[in-house]
């Protein structure tokens, strides 16, 4: 299985008045048709502006510093603006946060369902409607025919979302990246769409990938994570073997931190600290000044993302050492709560 | 069962614009949103109720009832037994406080914390006069934050501090009843724990009594003694938090349960269900 | 028994990226318009002829020969003019904003706070006044009135005032449902301390935004009326009769009217430099 997107070394920084805010500090991650990719990360981690710079939709006036992004075996640091464009969206679709804003509302949902087989695949109008239809069911929704006429304000936001995930898939994608899809729905509905992405995922074989802060959505949709924090990956690797046995401080704390439905806990753990401040350079690990189990070398040299047995990576020094870490982030944190 | 100290009788809240002499004399009609139809609700000393369900439920609207900001279309609110409907006096106020979702907003843009701290110490003459700076320390540090940021504007801080200062602000009042409405929800995970852990700090060492209105199955799993769960503006199901997840009697709470992602290497069992 | 939060107010975090308190645009705005009033206060001190003394014997000179700007049909000094001028009309055009913002403002906090009956009659009296044209209203008013000073101000009040109550009411609605506005009614603080403390100044800078640009619409108020013969009464400097008399030379002598133009212009980009200046302050768009 080839790799359609390989990114390498990706650095992403916004120009502010009080200096260069470094967000992305050097990501690489790879995805590949009918696979799921997740990347987690808490606000201000860089994982949406990593995404966004694959897609070429960074905001104003953050800019792409270093690194390539090569997507179906191209360069796209190479390319023109209007051919990596092209490039990218014959490739790739997004589909956003927020599905109100992400849709035209002037415009009937199933005309912009058939907007791009028309427009850029060049198929006939009729065609294209029948495609759209086609499409609209194939995200779930029911009764086709008369909400291709609905406009986005009269459907629900699980519904407006189904959309969005049509328009992405109108264009016959290999990948899709995927910024917060369910943050802003209802648990049950976020249940549902990401249901729809987990079939279109297994029936077409579409790769995604997914950027979320809510580890419990990622871990049941990809089946390889990358956890962010501070504008790097700090550990990546198979889902389950991530979330069962964290090599990194980082990762064994978000789990801890997140509450379990299944099971009341005296108290969560909380991560002490903030994040840091990335307008500045930080000399050794990011973690460093919040990890309990940090050690001198942390705060002077920054540990590279390192191999640990088969498919895992971690950043950390102590990532080989993980049995003495302190006890309260030492033990894995849904193994512990499963039992 | 031990005291009540908030009750809620046959609540009912309808929005829209009741009808004016114009509306009357045009006969025009009114799009009314129901969006709580119906609840009766007991909080009894020293408990935390988790009150759950989805957007558009009707919970937001039920606990602003109950702090007293909106006056009901139908039914009663009453502070240890006593009903308040809409207005309640200035003491019961310092009986019942509210901390708000929304961080960023919840806060005057335009006032220090210290400001923010100080005119409700004072408003409510809470201490004398010149015992105000040293109750606004004492609060900064009952919630965990350095008394060097007494003079500081909301926007010096991040999304928690603010939350802290919120519940700072809800405490100047010496309160027996918090509510809070979705207080972890525009947080981090990381923060939200946090404060979450305050919360239930701050319940065991004041002793209060709270309501905990939130979205999130698993945050009201870890806080609430009994839950309430909401559906289009009435209450579905009621019961002690443990019997209630591990034996959802109404539909709707079972639908709930199943939809809420778990941290595992495997898919949600809901999936197939929701899609079908 | 809580855990410890970060460092508040990093030196070159968060609190370094804000809005600086002063910035270019402000300060080039408030210069300008500080040069214009420093103009017009000083203006015995800058030029030594007197604006409403007549010499027909030296009328329509050109720039030059002690008359810095020439002199208009009567001989008097147009630079003169043009700077006491500037007493009149930064005067008239600040107070004809002044009332419509006080009356208009307070106006519609309480009609945005209260709704109800008070609201529904306020908006409808708005939409009348709106309906019928500015310059229609404020003419009739001061051809009822009689003219001078006092009944233009009258008029430009009871007409501008429903541009600020439309305004502040607008920015009530929405800031009374923000969760601050909740929360100072949550702590049992009084309505007035809501209002005042906590309301108004979140609100105010569209209605201080608008204020500067209906400042530059005023002038031009007066001007029109002056057109008209409506306005400041003669021989009482101001740039609108000197735009008017200068208009008949406009061939010949084409800075007679061209110069107190620019004034009205450069009062106008003053003021709008200001507002700019104040919504980038505020980090609001």
Known sequence: MTALLEVHDLNVEIPLSSGRLHAVRGVSLSASAGQAVGLVGESGSGKSLTLRAVMDLLPVPATITGGTIVVNGVDVSRMSAKQRREHLSSAMAMIFQDSLTALNPTMRVGDQVAEVPVRRLGMSRSSARARATELLDQVGIKDPERRYRAYPHELSGGMRQRICIAIALSAEPGLILADEPTTALDVTIQAQVLGVLARLRRDQGVGLVLVTHDLAVISGTCEHLNVMYGGRI???GPTGELIHAPRHPYTAALLRSVPDPDLPVHRLLSIAGAPPDLLEAIPGCAFAPRCPAVIDRCTTEQPPLAPIGRMRASACWRAHDHEHWPPDIAEPAAGEMRA | MSEELLRIDGLVQHFGRSA???????????????????VDLVLHRGETLGLVGESGCGKSTLSRCAAGLYTPTKGTVSYAGEVINGSPSKAQRRLVQMVFQDPYSSLNPRMSVGQTLGEVLRYHRVVPRSEVPARIRSLMDLVGLPARAIDQLPHAFSGGQRQRIGIARALALEPQVLIADEPVSALDVSVQANIINLLLDLKDSLGLSMLFVSHNMAVVRQVSDRIAVMHDGVVVETGPTDEVFSNPQDPYTRLLLSSVPRLAGQTIPAVEAGTA | MTTAVGPVARGRGLAARRPLRMNA?????????GALVLAAVFAPLLTSWDPIEQDLSRSLQDPGNGHLLGTDQLGRDVFARLLYGARTDLRVGALAVLFPFLIGGALGLVAGWRGG???????????????????????ALVFALGSGTRSIYIAITLVGWVAYARIVRGEVLVAKEQEYALAARASGLPTYRILLRHLLPNVVLQAFVFSMSDIVLSILAIVTLGYLGLGVPQPTPDWGSMIQEGQAFIFTKWYLAAVPGLAVVITGLALALIADGFVHRSGRR
């Open chain 1, 234 to 236: 700090v550990e990546d």
């Open chain 2, 20 to 38: 004016g002499p114009l509306d009357k004399l045009f006969r025009s009609e009114h799009a009314v949103v129901r969006a709580v139809d119906g």
């Open chain 3, 25 to 33: 645009t402000l300060a080039a705005g408030l210069a300008l318009l």
């Open chain 3, 117 to 139: 009956w008070f609201d529904l009659v306020l908006m409808r009296v708005v939409d009348i006044v709106v309906a019928i044209p500015f310059f229609v209203l404020v003419i």
